[in-house]
């Protein structure tokens, strides 16, 4: 899980045809694997900033925000993913 080089490496060439629905299906696979690392690593951090670490309140403030714009922003790409793999389907 969390693997960064199943996430950062380079797409085989494909000797098949290329199906649009089956790369969409293993692009939402890889993109939830994805998501669930963002967010143990901002739950991680927020509760890192709460601890007696003697953190500034600017700094855990702005763990706070960030956690939530990354988890914000990893579930809109995941609903856009999400519609589009639909649309694959029903297209063909």
Same mark, same amino acid.
Do not use: W
């Given at each position: 899980m969390c693997n960064s080089d199943s996430f950062f490496a380079a797409p085989? *060439? =494909?000797?098949?045809? *290329?199906? &649009?629905?089956? @790369?969409?299906? +293993? $692009?939402?696979? @890889? $993109? &939830?694997e994805f998501q669930g690392c963002c967010t143990f690593l901002c739950d991680s951090f927020m =509760? &890192?900033?709460?601890? @007696?670490?003697? &953190? @500034?309140?600017?700094? +855990?403030?702005?763990?706070?925000i960030f956690s939530g714009q990354v988890k914000r922003t990893a579930e809109t790409l995941k609903d856009r993913l999400k519609v589009l793999l639909e649309q694959s389907r029903a297209s063909g």
């Amino acid at each position: 899980m969390c693997n960064s080089d199943s996430f950062f490496a380079a797409p085989n *060439p =494909s000797t098949t045809e *290329p199906n &649009l629905g089956v @790369d969409l299906l +293993i $692009f939402y696979d @890889d $993109f &939830l694997e994805f998501q669930g690392c963002c967010t143990f690593l901002c739950d991680s951090f927020m =509760s &890192l900033s709460e601890t @007696d670490m003697n &953190l @500034d309140e600017a700094c +855990i403030r702005g763990v706070h925000i960030f956690s939530g714009q990354v988890k914000r922003t990893a579930e809109t790409l995941k609903d856009r993913l999400k519609v589009l793999l639909e649309q694959s389907r029903a297209s063909g």
